[in-house]
């Protein structure tokens, strides 16, 4: 099979001595990290057994007749080695920044220094190599309070990351010839239908727009229920009767993109109608277990069985997330529970598909339309690096932040989950340390660039800035050289970047000003925050 360039030179380089699992658990405790807090060695082996027994049923699970339980029997992992390989040293001792500022000081950090700056307690590590397991290993702390540390099993909320997995439940449909991903959804919906209006007059929801958030819908994400809270069904959310607004189409379908949790919840209801089947079964059976993902589940709430192993979530404040975590009803948008081997073990078989090396959830035409970016780099699931190379994902659930990242044309990923709404910064910091140190293209640390502009200019964005349908107000000051940003008690400063884009100097976060007739919109992430008096939340 011919090599891609990439690999071949990261093969040719000499190999750096790695060190030893004695010496960096002599390094952790020089530093005076805590003993129990010590990073946990994870067996790649485990998951490569995984990968054999899989192999070995491939034959029954491309026909269609293969009863599930003979699956699932065939992807009992064997028993897991004491330790793994130890990731590269760089990765512990001296994590590249996010971002960083051309003109002022940089430096690099250890691991454990970011995790205590940060108020981590706990991130879970996988690198896909050459389509192994390179290595993984978990640190600090899963619980707090009871001091359980952070295993290779330890299950995270993977929040966003939902989404492309999800997605492939969904394009098995479409390789079936159920659904047509230019059609219109209404078509295939029974339980529930998106709720017609003029917008949709011009142009249909799609399947299609549904994966690359350019349906036109409302809801871009979802707070969760705590342990006391009523937990509607999938319809309930749609309608808007729990704690989030009802899916509706607020812009013309395919006009541009959005990013809307509520649209995959949209899908979500699709696939549970067009199979007939809860959706968590759903996916259990045509994707996670046919994968190798015998650990991850969609179920809300997770099952009692399932709690042995699992991370708590904590807030900023390091507080720890009421009953531990939320429950996501909103399975495809953000309900997946799984670890950072497993998420290699999907972006695996997607890069295998994309070859056509495999077809056990979809073909190769589909997968690589499945990562063919859209105007917006976004694919039918996971969104695509600007230069094309890397499908890629973040995930933000109460109290969890994760992010991945995997060559669409190669065969090497990097997979981080940590348990902390503070965790985002690490998780990237993580990656772009773990390319640098196999000599990936990316991701790498974003170069800022900040111009200096007259108060006048700066001025035009001072106000309140609003999203209604999260609650979310923003208040926007001039300050010395940028721009000062506040919400709920946290601030930022911000640089800028040009008349309309700043950046926030602390976590290399992006804000751009949207000026068009109805007024200036405050853009930041997937929020959307129209200035007070500039017309409606969209």
Known sequence: MQRSYRMIAVQSRPLKRERTAAETTAAFLASGFPRDHLPTPVSPSLVQSERRAMKACRPLLLVGFVNVAAVAACAEPAPEPTRSPDPPAGMESALLPGFIIRGEPQSRRSLTTRMAELGVPGVSVAVLIDGEIGWARGYGLADVE??????????????SISKPVAALAALQLVEEGRVDLDADVNTYLKSWRVPANELMAEAPVTLRGLLTHRAGLSVSGFPGYGPDEAVPDAAGVLDGRGNTDPVRVVMTPGERWRYSGGGYTVMQQLVT?????????????????PIGMIRSTYEQPIPDGRRDDIAKGYRPDGESVIGGWHTYPEQAAAGLWTTPSELALYAREVQRAWRGESALVITEALAREMLTPDEDSWGLGPGISEDGERFRHGGSNQGFRSTFTAYIGGDDGVFVMTNSDSGSDLAREIAITVADAYGWSGPRPREFVPVDLAAEVRGRYVGTYVVAERGIEFEV?????GLALSWRGDGAVLWALNDSTYFDVEDGREVRFSTDEDGIELVLGTLRAPRAGSGPSR
């Open 146 to 159: 009871s001091r359980r540390p952070v295993t290779g099993n330890t299950l995270f909320q993977a929040a």
């Open 477 to 481: 000051s001039l300050e010395e050289r």
């Open 273 to 289: 109608d067009v199979r007939g089947e809860p959706f968590a079964a759903v996916l259990r059976k045509h994707v996670l277990d």
